[in-house]
């Protein structure tokens, strides 16, 4: 299969999604926006989209930051909606996946940045797609917001400091405000680019000290990525 990946910034990286699709001998295009790169006018082209995260809000204008166009984003999400295409939608891609379908994106309770524990609701342990999940997993954060719900959405995991880890919004459509994609360079490209990141960590109880961030090994929750999404494209 064909997947399209929407990448943001060199710094908000595929990493194991992309790691995963190259395994599995799928054909991979990467639309880095950043770059300058046109996005598809519609889901003819793909059999999978990948909408990766980034610094921007979904409500970022074209004047803030002239390479994201999250009109033209959401357009593209629908196309794959419509096409009843897998999706999804990684941290910033999982908001504009709530708003593609109706539900504007909303802060988080908590600032995230680190490793900490989600938990799968009733619907996260019976969804087909996370049967290798435990109720409790270790997982990456890098966030301030979360993505909106529909009265048709289901919450599939939580955590302490944000109540949308996981959002299943369609049958193959899944938001993870989470990062499982995470490695240690990966980590530190994140790191580059947080402004104030000390005085973060002393004002945030959900944000850990780059320490900790760059000792992480993250292969445990990269496997569980990868057993997510076969089970997604059988």
Same mark, same amino acid.
């Given at each position: 299969?064909?997947?399209?990946?929407v990448?943001?910034?060199s710094?908000?990286?595929?990493?194991?999604?992309l790691?995963?699709?190259q395994?599995?001998?799928?054909d991979?295009?990467?639309i880095?926006?950043y770059?300058?790169d046109?996005l598809p006018?519609?889901?003819?082209a793909?059999d999978?989209?990948?909408?990766?995260?980034?610094p921007q809000?979904p409500q970022?204008?074209r004047?803030?930051?002239p390479?994201?166009?999250? !009109?033209?984003?959401?357009?593209?999400?629908q196309?794959?909606m419509?096409?009843d295409?897998p999706?999804?939608?990684v941290?910033?891609g999982?908001?504009l996946?709530?708003?593609?379908?109706?539900a504007?994106?909303e802060?988080?309770p908590e600032r995230?940045i680190?490793?900490?524990?989600i938990q799968?609701t009733k619907?996260?342990?019976a969804?087909?797609?996370?049967? !290798?999940?435990a109720?409790?997993?270790l997982?990456?954060h890098?966030h301030g917001?979360m993505?909106g719900?529909t009265p048709?959405a289901?919450?599939l995991?939580t955590?302490s400091g944000?109540?949308?880890?996981?959002?299943?919004?369609?049958?193959?459509?899944y938001?993870f405000?989470c990062h499982?994609?995470f490695?240690?360079?990966?980590?530190?490209?994140l790191?580059?680019h947080e402004?104030?990141?000390?005085q973060?960590v002393?004002?945030n109880t959900?944000?850990?000290?780059?320490e900790?961030?760059?000792?992480y090994?993250?292969?445990?929750m990269?496997?569980?990525l990868?057993t997510?999404l076969d089970?997604?494209?059988?």
């Open positions: 299969m064909k997947i399209q990946f990448v943001h910034e710094f908000e990286a595929p990493v194991a999604y790691k995963w699709a395994a599995r001998g799928h991979v295009q990467l880095e926006v770059k300058g046109k006018q519609d889901a003819s793909g999978m989209l990948v909408v990766m995260g980034g809000s970022t204008t004047q803030e930051c390479h994201f166009d999250a !009109d033209a984003e959401k357009a593209l999400i196309a794959y419509a096409a295409k999706i999804v939608g941290c910033l999982a908001q996946l709530g708003e593609a379908y109706g504007p994106v802060h988080s995230e680190g490793v900490f524990p799968l619907a996260g342990q969804d087909p797609c996370l049967q !290798d999940f109720e409790t997993e997982v990456g890098w917001d993505p719900l048709e289901v919450v995991a955590s944000c109540p949308r880890q996981l959002v299943r919004f369609g049958d193959k459509h938001a405000q499982l994609e490695d240690q360079a990966a980590v530190q490209g790191l580059v402004e104030a990141f000390d973060q002393a004002q959900y944000v850990q000290d780059q900790s961030l760059l000792s090994d993250y292969q445990d990269n496997a569980l990868w997510f089970r997604l494209v059988v």
